[in-house]
């Protein structure tokens, strides 16, 4: 089975349910030989693309917009020139991007023949222990869990990978810090996946069941609502103390929509940078054999402002750059620490630990 198969399969178990990155969770492998497509492959490929948009996309007259601008675009020549698979699919992103400015919708181009996908989208048994394995290896998106000085939980979480396949991992990861005073949880290389895993997570932080987000999907115009959960896996974290979210620009997708809930809700201070800016979920359409889409069919909904953070991001209470987030989440939480503390001992040792924090180079846990 060729890679790129195994990234779509891996793509659509995320996708069906999940903001999932296009850029990141479906890009084939980029040291792939490009292909000559000819006028005939060319034309087949933008007519696929379109009747796909019109079937799925969930902005309906956006799709209309969308195919008006790419016949123009063909009327003029525009693509006339193209012979390479890997321009045609990118020229159509950048044009199609232009009239949406969506961040999931784009063109993918494989090298090696993308099989027809059964009706039910369902991965054989073969894929789904490949993405398994590929998950695991992962270790579910928990990159890093630890305890730093007084009494400070961190968690580095990638992916928010599907939740029945990472619910033993985070369960472990939350327990670990259940018993932290304050807690920092780095999304700043967080691209998205599960939305039942945002609300998995989330329920650690809440003392009772509250209400998400809400997801409108354009087949049969349903609402599927999100909402935390009363019971979880291991130890809660609870709602009393402090948690600090980190974010970058690259912040995307599932990891958006757990930050721009949260900061709704008033649980968490959010620190970095502005987030992508990615809200709509979708699903990998194959075109043909050596061409893919991935095309949103729903939009995440707040629950009180009825809007998302698509093409603007999730802005951060706290601006400063993503290498810097880490630092300045720990001093604001130590700076609390020494103000509430009576020891006198005790406040020189956490003023010195600030200075030393102010002094490090803290950028690092970018490049891990």
Same mark, same amino acid.
């Given at each position: 089975?060729?890679?790129?198969r195994? %990234?779509?399969?891996?793509?659509m178990?995320l996708?069906?349910?999940a903001f999932?990155? %296009?850029s990141?969770?479906?890009?084939?492998d980029?040291?792939?030989?490009?292909?000559?497509?000819?006028?005939?492959?060319?034309?087949?490929v933008?007519?696929?693309m379109i009747k796909e948009?019109?079937?799925?996309?969930?902005?309906?007259?956006? %799709?209309?917009k969308? =195919?008006a601008v &790419?016949?123009?675009?063909?009327?003029?020549?525009?693509?006339?020139?193209?012979?390479?698979a =890997?321009?045609?699919?990118?020229?159509l992103?950048?044009?199609?991007?232009?009239?949406?400015?969506?961040k999931?919708l784009? #063109?993918?181009?494989?090298a090696?023949? &993308?099989p027809e996908?059964?009706?039910?989208?369902?991965?054989?048994?073969?894929?789904?222990? !490949?993405?398994?394995?590929?998950?695991?290896?992962?270790?579910?998106g928990v990159?890093?869990?630890?305890? #730093?000085?007084?009494?400070?939980?961190?968690?580095?979480l990638?992916?928010?990978?599907?939740?029945?396949d990472a619910?033993?991992t985070?369960?472990? /990861?939350?327990t670990l810090?259940a018993?932290?005073?304050?807690?920092?949880?780095?999304l700043?290389?967080?691209g998205?996946?599960?939305?039942a895993?945002?609300?998995l997570?989330?329920s650690y932080?809440? $003392?009772?069941?509250t209400?998400?987000?809400d997801?409108y999907?354009?087949?049969?115009?349903?609402?599927? !609502?999100?909402?935390?959960s $009363?019971?979880?896996?291991?130890?809660?974290f609870? !709602?009393?103390?402090?948690?600090?979210v980190?974010t970058s620009?690259?912040?995307f997708s599932?990891?958006?929509?757990?930050s721009?809930?949260?900061?709704g809700?008033?649980?968490?201070t #959010?620190?970095?940078?502005t987030t992508?800016?990615g809200?709509?979920?979708?699903d990998?359409?194959?075109l043909n054999?050596?061409?893919a889409m991935?095309v949103p069919?729903?939009?995440?909904l707040?629950?009180?402002?009825k809007a998302?953070?698509?093409g603007?991001?999730?802005?951060? $209470?706290?601006?400063?750059?993503?290498?810097?987030?880490?630092?300045?989440?720990?001093?604001a &939480?130590?700076?609390k620490? /020494?103000?509430?503390?009576?020891?006198?001992?005790k406040?020189e040792?956490i003023k010195?630990?600030?200075a030393r924090v102010?002094s490090?180079n803290?950028a690092?846990?970018?490049?891990?």
């Amino acid at each position: 089975m060729n890679n790129f198969r195994c %990234a779509i399969a891996s793509g659509m178990l995320l996708c069906a349910l999940a903001f999932v990155p %296009a850029s990141a969770q479906m890009r084939p492998d980029p040291n792939q030989p490009d292909m000559v497509v000819s006028a005939a492959q060319r034309q087949a490929v933008i007519d696929a693309m379109i009747k796909e948009m019109h079937r799925s996309y969930v902005f309906p007259e956006q %799709a209309k917009k969308v =195919e008006a601008v &790419i016949r123009q675009h063909q009327k003029k020549g525009d693509y006339d020139s193209i012979t390479s698979a =890997e321009k045609l699919s990118t020229t159509l992103t950048e044009h199609v991007f232009a009239q949406t400015r969506d961040k999931h919708l784009r #063109l993918f181009y494989s090298a090696q023949p &993308i099989p027809e996908e059964p009706k039910d989208k369902k991965p054989s048994v073969e894929e789904h222990e !490949q993405q398994l394995a590929g998950m695991r290896s992962q270790n579910f998106g928990v990159e890093r869990v630890e305890r #730093l000085p007084f009494n400070i939980g961190y968690l580095d979480l990638r992916a928010f990978a599907p939740a029945k396949d990472a619910a033993d991992t985070l369960a472990a /990861a939350m327990t670990l810090l259940a018993h932290t005073d304050a807690l920092i949880i780095d999304l700043r290389k967080n691209g998205g996946g599960d939305p039942a895993t945002v609300t998995l997570l989330a329920s650690y932080l809440l $003392d009772e069941r509250t209400h998400m987000t809400d997801i409108y999907f354009r087949e049969g115009e349903r609402t599927e !609502q999100m909402w935390s959960s $009363d019971v979880v896996p291991g130890t809660r974290f609870g !709602q009393k103390k402090d948690v600090y979210v980190l974010t970058s620009k690259y912040t995307f997708s599932a990891a958006e929509d757990f930050s721009y809930a949260l900061k709704g809700l008033k649980r968490i201070t #959010l620190v970095g940078e502005t987030t992508g800016g990615g809200a709509h979920p979708g699903d990998v359409m194959r075109l043909n054999q050596n061409f893919a889409m991935f095309v949103p069919n729903g939009r995440s909904l707040g629950p009180v402002t009825k809007a998302n953070w698509e093409g603007v991001g999730v802005a951060p $209470d706290v601006s400063v750059t993503a290498e810097d987030a880490f630092k300045t989440a720990q001093i604001a &939480i130590l700076n609390k620490l /020494a103000a509430n503390e009576k020891s006198p001992g005790k406040v020189e040792r956490i003023k010195t630990r600030i200075a030393r924090v102010n002094s490090e180079n803290t950028a690092g846990t970018m490049a891990r």
